[in-house]
């Protein structure tokens, strides 16, 4: 019997202990990227909060009794127009896109489909997309038209929200605020402003697929329909816990209830809704649109992966962050240390219960850092650490961690190191002198190694 572990669920607005519908299959979605491009840091965060999650399930119950599903989108008005403008199929943009999130969040030590699955058994992590369950779409709205809970009105379909009495249970938000909010889109062809759009036809050169029953002419779907189609593909009409940033609740959350619970006349879609706060930028949230985002990718320029994975782990889940480079420095000085007092040490075999305490009380991750920082075994810190994806790599992630504890300007050192290459293969022995002195001003030590390469570190 796994230990019991404790998570707020949106839908009933309380902390409750958790009980998976089967324990020897927890069954876990995430609502993942829209891969048009480039993943932002705030992005990050439900990746990173809910490989946490799928990490201490695991634990608790197993490897071979955990299923997690991350969707990726790679269908919606951004992604057909930017593969329009860049002249190259959807699947072309999606598929280079999806590569490169692979290697930001691998780089933030999250984990993959490749780490986890084992061939021959029940997969353990799903990724599946949006445009490979286009027939499960398809059956879902004929199925929700059968019911009554769903209409055709010029080459749309069009779930009929009325006729789901109990819609908004999640967002519980007032009938006239999500009425005022809808008629922002108001289409004739909706009966009621709430109506929201399961189908809908392509215009010339977007991407079609066949309609459902009704409709003659190709089209594509909607934008909820994807979650209620990929959850029930792979993880069945009811499952445990679904999950997502904050920002989904309504409409997207609300709305993938609705076609599942209406599609398969069932009371619920997942038993528990977990939803991560907003990292935010001076107060606001980061954004595509506001324009106050940097990429994952370029945060990793500066950054070890690891670095940024504890600055997010510091801040409660539910709680928004302010990212900040006071947030980064302090997590490279706290590995800095941690990787001090672990050296060489192997992991304890299992983390301790003062570290999975915390995590149990809904996923306390401040609280088990300070836990962390307590230890000072070196076996159970790294065994400790690694429950949560930290401390896992090699030597090569000691030194950067130094390097993010000092605050050195990695580009900057970088660009020395360039001008200290060409001076010397001009030997331009002068200029070269100058830059190691501007090096060592910044406290950082050049080694010129046998194969040719440079390699620096900062003193401490
Ligand atoms: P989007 O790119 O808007 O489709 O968002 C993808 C995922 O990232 C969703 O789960 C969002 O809730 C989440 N997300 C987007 N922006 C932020 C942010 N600033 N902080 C935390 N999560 C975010
Ligand atoms: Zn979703």
New binding site residues.
């Given amino acids: 019997m796994a230990a019991m572990l404790r998570l707020y669920n949106t839908l009933t607005r309380e902390k409750a202990p958790f009980a998976p519908i089967d324990p020897s299959n927890v069954r876990v979605y995430a609502?993942g990227?829209?891969v048009y491009d480039a993943a932002h840091i705030?992005?990050a965060?439900?990746i990173i909060v809910f490989d946490l999650l799928f990490r201490l399930l695991r634990h608790l119950y197993g490897e071979a009794h955990v299923t997690y599903a991350r969707n990726v989108t790679d269908v919606d008005d951004k992604i057909n127009l930017r593969a329009a403008e860049r002249g190259i199929t959807i699947r072309e943009l999606t598929d280079g896109t999806l590569k490169s999130f692979h290697e930001d969040v691998r780089a933030l030590g999250v984990l993959l489909p490749e780490d986890v699955n084992v061939p021959g058994e029940r997969p353990r992590f799903v990724e599946p997309r949006a445009t490979d369950h286009i027939v499960e779409m398809v059956a879902l709205i004929e199925g929700l038209i059968a019911a009554g809970h769903a209409y055709v009105a010029e080459g749309h379909v069009l779930f009929d929200v009325p006729s789901m009495p109990d819609y908004g249970a999640l967002s519980k938000r007032p009938l006239d605020e999500m009425e005022a909010g809808a008629r922002v889109e108001v289409a004739p062809y909706k009966r009621s402003a709430l109506d929201f759009v399961l189908w809908k036809p392509s215009k010339p050169g977007e991407p079609s697929w066949p309609s459902p029953a009704g409709i003659a002419e190709p089209g594509r779907p909607g934008w909820h329909i994807e979650c209620s189609a990929m959850s029930w593909k792979h993880l069945g009409q009811t499952f445990d816990i679904h999950a997502?940033?904050?920002?989904?609740i309504f409409p997207h959350h609300e709305n993938e209830v609705a076609q599942s619970r209406c599609c398969f006349g069932t009371d619920v879609m997942a038993n528990v809704w977990l939803h991560?706060g907003?990292?935010q930028v001076e107060g606001e949230?980061?954004?595509k649109s506001l324009g106050n985002f940097v990429t994952i990718r370029e945060v990793l320029k500066d950054w070890p992966g690891e670095v940024v994975r504890l600055a997010m782990l510091k801040t409660h889940y539910r709680q928004p962050i302010d990212w900040t480079l006071r947030g980064l420095e302090e997590s490279g000085r706290m590995l800095e240390r941690w990787y001090e007092i672990v050296g060489d040490e192997a992991a304890a075999p299992e983390a301790g219960a003062a570290l999975v305490e915390p995590l149990l009380d809904d996923l306390n991750t401040p609280a088990a850092l300070a836990e962390l920082h307590r230890l000072d075994a070196p076996a159970d810190l790294k065994a400790g650490a690694n429950l949560m994806g930290l401390l896992l790599p090699t030597r090569s992630s000691r030194a950067a961690a130094r390097v993010a504890a000092s605050g050195v300007d990695v580009a900057r050192v970088e660009a020395l190191i360039e001008q200290r290459r060409v001076a010397r293969a001009a030997k331009d022995w002068p200029a070269s002198d100058h830059v190691r002195d501007a090096l060592a001003a910044l406290g950082v030590t050049v080694k010129d190694n046998k194969d040719g390469t440079t390699t620096w570190t900062v003193a401490k």
Wanted: proline share 11%.
């Fill in positions: 609502c990227p829209t705030g992005n965060r439900p997502g940033g904050i920002d989904l991560n907003f990292l949230k980061m954004s």
